[in-house]
């Protein structure tokens, strides 16, 4: 769990280049992840759509392109990364606390979030107050970083602690911007631990899809 004010000042002084990194990080896997996402948001039809830590707009635009009958808000703390999703198009946006959100009960039919909820203070807290928001039957998923096993899991955690930082630290400009991103995705629990933490907060049917062996993972449950 992280400290708001620290990841407040890391954002917004890599904003500008936010997109871009992650595309050259994840060697453009990034988007076939929220592509997979979609598919999964598309299957419940929702009227309307929560993108929870929305950042720059990522998830939020790949839904609203495909799905434009479907009411997207982006919703951020951080105003800098606001600004550049709405100069890319999501004109939609709530600048507020994931984890205290302006917005009445039960009126959201579906809530995303895409490696947002690992940078937050409190994730039980935080996923308590998207279970407030959605609607009955409404849907959450959850798109972030997680650990693979086996045959992977070492030369993996040598690239996220010891290559990844200094190549993201060139690609912002922020030498710092990305020393805690390995000791997060260590700590964020994943899996069965994730489930049980869905479960916890009141979600049904919580499921994990892993992503290229786990590298990233979309977990999904209702309301």
Not at 154 to 172: D, Q, S, V
Not at 214 to 221: C, D, L, N, P, V
Request: contains cysteine.
């Amino acid at each position: 769990m992280q400290d708001p004010t620290f990841v407040h000042s890391v954002f917004s002084s890599i904003a500008k280049r936010y997109v871009t990194a992650n595309h050259i990080l994840s060697l453009g896997a990034d988007i076939l992840w929220r592509e997979r996402a979609l598919k999964m948001v598309a299957e419940w039809k929702p009227r309307n759509l929560l993108d929870i830590a929305t950042g720059t707009g990522d998830l939020a635009l790949t839904v609203k392109k495909a799905l434009p009958e479907v009411d997207v808000l982006g919703t951020d703390f951080c105003r800098p990364m606001l600004d550049i999703a709405v100069q890319r198009g999501l004109t939609n946006v709530l600048e507020a606390d994931a984890m205290n959100l302006p917005l009445p009960d039960a009126c959201y039919d579906a809530a995303t979030v895409a490696f947002g909820l690992r940078n937050m203070a409190d994730y039980e807290k935080a996923l308590r107050e998207w279970h407030r928001i959605l609607r009955p039957g409404g849907h959450l998923l959850v798109l972030d970083f997680s650990m693979p096993e086996g045959v992977f899991a070492t030369p993996y955690r040598f690239y996220l602690h010891n290559i990844l930082p200094h190549i993201a630290g060139w690609l912002t400009g922020n030498s710092g911007a990305y020393d805690y991103l390995g000791e997060s995705i260590e700590a964020f629990p994943r899996g069965a631990a994730f489930c049980d933490l869905l479960s916890r907060c009141g979600y049904q049917a919580p499921a994990a899809l892993p992503l290229m062996g786990g590298i990233a993972t979309i977990y999904t449950a209702e309301k």
